[in-house]
Antibody, heavy 125, light 109 residues
């Protein structure tokens, strides 16, 4: 079964660092981009950034550039999202997602076909 | 603010047809994908590409696109379709990075 399994919920204080993880299984981890999506309480989905574990090519949304770091360790099929100094406004659910690329008679398309279960991050003093 | 615009809320009578729309300039060049999210659950992909459904998604879900508008249509809405729906495509800047619409809450009456 293809799946992404994320690390558990975290409760942190402002200014602390944090690294959450997303482990892929059931497919070739190095052949698909892995992205991260934020969902603040009661709000919509926000795309944060993406990494290609095969060569660690990484792209960030301008809204999150410099605020977080995305990395991956292909030897253990795991992607990471980390903060060096958390803020209360980082309180949210974070999902990792797999991006699948499709080529058919209609041309190219892509989609986030597999989602992790989510990691809730709470930042409070 | 999102570069993809969705109506915040839509309602449909049980068994009727509903269309959820997503507007944005990038949709003239890129397909949208659609995600269903029920309370307390991770989103699920329901439509991708021109009009493709992942395995396990009922055929009452379909997608279409015209100009700068992508649409998700549910033909014969069921109670279990009540959820938030998000479109995703690329932004309109030169980066062409992914962006989500603001989401539409679908209520099945």
């Amino acid at each position: 079964e293809v799946q992404l399994v994320q690390s558990g919920a975290e409760v942190k204080k402002p200014g602390e660092s944090l690294k959450i993880s997303c482990k892929g299984s059931g497919y070739s981890f190095t052949s698909y981009w892995i992205g991260w999506v934020r969902q603040m309480p009661g709000k919509g989905l926000e795309w944060m950034g993406i990494i290609y574990p095969g060569d660690s090519d990484t792209r960030y949304s301008p809204s999150f550039q410099g605020q977080v770091t995305i990395s991956a360790d292909k030897s253990i099929s795991t992607a990471y999202l980390q903060w060096s100094s958390l803020k209360a406004s980082d309180t949210a659910m974070y999902y990792c997602v797999r991006r699948a690329d499709y080529y058919d008679s209609s041309g190219y398309s892509d989609a986030f076909d597999i989602w992790g279960q989510g990691t809730m991050v709470t930042v409070s003093s | 603010s999102s570069e993809l615009t969705q109506d915040p809320a839509v309602s449909v009578a049980l068994g009727q047809t509903v269309r959820i729309t997503c507007q944005g300039d990038s949709l003239r060049s890129y397909y949208a994908s659609w995600y269903q999210q029920k309370p307390g659950q991770a989103p699920v992909l329901v439509i991708y590409g021109k009009n493709n459904r992942p395995s396990g998604i009922p055929d009452r879900f379909s997608g279409s696109s015209s100009g700068n508008t992508a649409s998700l249509t549910i033909t014969g809405a069921q109670a279990e379709d009540e959820a938030d729906y998000y479109c995703n495509s690329r932004d309109s800047s030169g980066n062409h990075l992914p962006v989500f619409g603001g989401g539409t809450k679908l209520t099945v009456l």
